[in-house]
């Protein structure tokens, strides 16, 4: 039996929120940032920015340089993940194989339950229709026999749009559609293709195996089966997805700084967060990772394997900030990012008193920040004043606690 | 956009399965609802809020009451003659 696979993409999602939180953006450019009062990068733009050229990944300023009345909104991100998780909880309905993608996608696969609904057509209408009623926002969702061709399939007509991709209407699409339009063939991939004179799917299609064998190892295979528009890997619920490989957080500064004590305070800030997001899900990891871009957006990583597993913001921080002090700060850094990887489940600690101390003292403070907010309780050296002026990231406003007035910390 | 933190007394109507905001008293004036543009949720540590953003047709207002102990919060105010480029 062929199956029925459903891709939805909802439609700018995060301006989409703001605009319909917002009557008064509807219809406007809006770009989706940072702190609108500092530098920082679109996020997400309406389809109104986009008609200006504007794209996800620019910085605010040359956004601006595109659509000069443009309005920058700054985003919530706790708004959009709630969103998005009531979204796809609904989606359960018609099937329990729903794939989270990312924070604006899923797949469905309703080979089982779609006749329940009628046509497959008649579903997407109806998941359409249903989000557009509870949350007035808008999807596209691309219908095809596999998730390849559903997700190619919903990028096709937006916004709002449904498109169904199924026998006799692929072999065309596919023979000049370039390869960079599939899901997985990235930059690098279409370049390494591109050199070896394939340009469209069609082409890849019908390259030689041993060919792309030779130049991608396994992947070649499968790269040549994506170019048949074939993929047979399944919709994956929740429990059945891969475990955690890697965690990282990463800032874009607000001006770009030279300065090894910014740049450390923001290390820790980062570092801590990613911490805190180990021991939350339980693991620990050998392997820290700093990124580092510079004004000119040059961009590069730097890695430190440890002999011992880490979970404390602070050891993380410390093996970052060696790595940091390597890098040449003089062409200004614009982001910081810190990583780790090679990740494992917890392991029990030793007895060590100093280790049971140190133990006790992070959960002391993770019950802490569970029970009454993110960085209630943080290391003094982030809200250094320096920081606090200049990058702004330690400054928020949360509701009151107990009925106390509005914070700053 | 203003950033606010005023308590406010707000009339709720519960109505299939929902709550919706009719009306607000905030520094003495009676706002009342047009319409709710949007609803979400979310979490400081163990306590969760509930966002409404309403218009009274003019002006927008971001309205969060904490589902522990009820209190309502005048979060934003977003006012319709703003020349601000962003909020």
Same mark, same amino acid.
């Given at each position: 039996?062929?199956?029925i696979?459903?891709?939805? $993409?909802?439609?700018?999602?995060f301006?989409?929120?703001?605009?319909?939180?917002h009557?008064?953006?509807?219809?406007?450019?809006?770009?989706?940032?940072?702190?609108? *009062?500092?530098?920082?990068?679109?996020?997400a733009?309406s389809?109104?920015?986009?008609s200006?050229?504007?794209?996800s990944g620019?910085?605010?300023g040359?956004?601006? +340089?595109?659509c000069?009345?443009?309005?920058?909104v700054?985003?919530?991100?706790d708004? %959009?993940?709630?969103v998005?998780?009531?979204i796809?909880?609904?989606?359960? *309905?018609?099937?329990?194989?729903v794939?989270?993608?990312?924070?604006d996608?899923a797949?469905?696969?309703v080979s &089982?339950t779609?006749?329940?609904?009628?046509?497959?057509?008649?579903?997407?209408?109806?998941?359409?229709?249903?989000?557009?009623?509870?949350w007035g926002?808008?999807?596209?969702i691309g219908i095809a026999?596999?998730?390849?061709? *559903?997700k190619l399939?919903?990028?096709?007509?937006?916004?709002?749009?449904?498109?169904?991709? &199924?026998?006799?209407?692929?072999?065309p699409?596919?023979?000049?559609?370039?390869?960079e339009?599939l899901c997985?063939?990235?930059e690098?991939?279409?370049? *390494?293709?591109f050199r070896m004179?394939?340009i469209?799917?069609?082409?890849?299609? +019908?390259?030689s195996?041993?060919t792309?064998?030779d130049?991608?190892?396994i992947?070649?295979?499968?790269?040549?089966?994506?170019?048949?528009?074939? $993929?047979?890997?399944?919709?994956?619920?929740e429990?059945?997805?891969?475990?955690?490989?890697?965690?990282?957080?990463? %800032?874009?500064?607000?001006?770009d700084?030279? &300065?090894?004590?910014?740049?450390?305070?923001?290390?820790?800030?980062?570092?801590?967060?990613v911490?805190?997001?180990?021991?939350?899900?339980? %693991?620990?990891?050998c /392997?820290?990772?700093?990124?580092?871009?510079?004004?000119?957006?040059s961009t590069?990583?730097r890695r430190? +394997?440890l002999?011992?597993?880490? $979970?404390?913001?602070?050891?993380?921080?410390?093996?970052?900030?060696?790595?940091?002090?390597?890098? $040449?700060l003089?062409?200004?850094?614009r982001?910081?990012?810190?990583g /780790?990887?090679g990740?494992?489940?917890r392991?029990?600690?030793?007895?060590l008193?100093?280790?049971?101390?140190? +133990?006790l003292?992070?959960?002391?403070?993770?019950?802490?920040?569970?029970?009454y907010g993110?960085?209630?309780v943080?290391?003094?050296?982030?809200?250094?004043?320096?920081?606090?002026?200049?990058?702004?990231?330690?400054v928020?406003?949360?509701?009151?606690?107990?009925?106390?007035?509005a914070?700053d910390y | 956009?203003? #950033?606010?933190?005023d308590?406010?007394?707000? @009339?709720v109507l519960?109505?299939?399965? !929902?709550?919706r905001?009719?009306?607000?008293v905030?520094?003495g004036?009676k706002?009342?609802?047009? #319409?709710?543009?949007?609803?979400?949720k979310?979490? @400081?540590?163990? =306590?969760?809020?509930?966002h409404?953003?309403v218009?009274?047709?003019?002006?927008?207002? @971001?309205?969060?009451?904490?589902s !522990?102990?009820? =209190?309502? !919060?005048l979060?934003?105010? #977003?006012?319709?003659?703003? @020349?601000?480029?962003?909020?």
């Open positions: 039996m062929e199956r696979i459903l891709h939805l $993409d909802m439609d700018a999602f301006a989409a929120c703001e605009q319909k939180t009557p008064v953006l509807r219809g406007k450019p809006v770009l989706v940032c940072g702190n609108p *009062a500092t530098r920082s990068v679109v996020a733009c389809y109104e920015a986009k200006y050229g504007i794209r620019m910085s605010t040359e956004a601006l +340089r595109f000069p009345w443009a309005v920058l700054r985003g919530d991100f708004k %959009y993940e709630y998005s998780s009531e796809f909880n609904r989606l359960k *309905a018609y099937t329990p194989l794939e989270i993608f990312s924070i996608e797949f469905l696969d &089982s779609c006749s329940f609904f009628g046509t497959p057509l008649a579903l997407a209408k109806k998941i359409q229709g249903e989000i557009d009623r509870n926002l808008p999807c596209s026999p596999n998730k390849l061709l *559903a399939a919903s990028g096709l007509k937006k916004p709002k749009g449904i498109m169904q991709l &199924s026998g006799e209407t692929i072999p699409l596919l023979e000049n559609l370039p390869v339009e997985g063939i990235g690098k991939t279409r370049e *390494a293709l004179g394939i469209t799917c069609g082409e890849l299609g +019908r390259a195996e041993e792309l064998f130049r991608f190892g992947a070649g295979p499968l790269l040549k089966r994506m170019g048949q528009g074939l $993929d047979e890997s399944p919709v994956l619920p429990t059945g997805r891969d475990v955690v490989k890697s965690m990282s957080h990463a %800032y874009t500064l607000p001006r700084s030279a &300065s090894l004590e910014e740049l450390a305070s923001l290390c820790l800030h980062l570092s801590e967060k911490g805190r997001r180990l021991r939350h899900g339980g %693991y620990q990891g /392997i820290v990772t700093l990124t580092v871009r510079y004004r000119n957006f590069f990583s430190k +394997r002999g011992r597993f880490l $979970d404390d913001g602070y050891d993380i921080h410390q093996v970052a900030c060696r790595i940091l002090k390597g890098v $040449d003089s062409p200004r850094i982001l910081l990012g810190v /780790i990887s990740l494992v489940p392991q029990p600690q030793g007895d008193f100093e280790e049971k101390k140190r +133990r003292l992070l959960a002391g403070l993770d019950r802490v920040n569970d029970r993110e960085e209630t943080c290391r003094a050296s982030i809200l250094a004043p320096l920081i606090r002026k200049t990058h702004g990231f330690s928020r406003e949360k509701l009151p606690l107990g009925g106390e007035d914070e | 956009m203003t #950033e606010l933190n308590s406010i007394q707000v @009339e519960f109505a299939d399965g !929902k709550a905001p009719v009306w607000f905030w520094r004036r706002i009342h609802i047009l #319409e709710t543009t949007f609803v979400w979310h979490a @400081e540590g163990t =306590t969760i809020f509930t409404f953003s218009t009274d047709g003019t002006d927008t207002y @971001e309205l969060a009451v904490d !522990k102990n009820f =209190t309502w !919060k979060v934003r105010v #977003e006012a319709a003659w703003s @020349e601000s480029s962003f909020i």
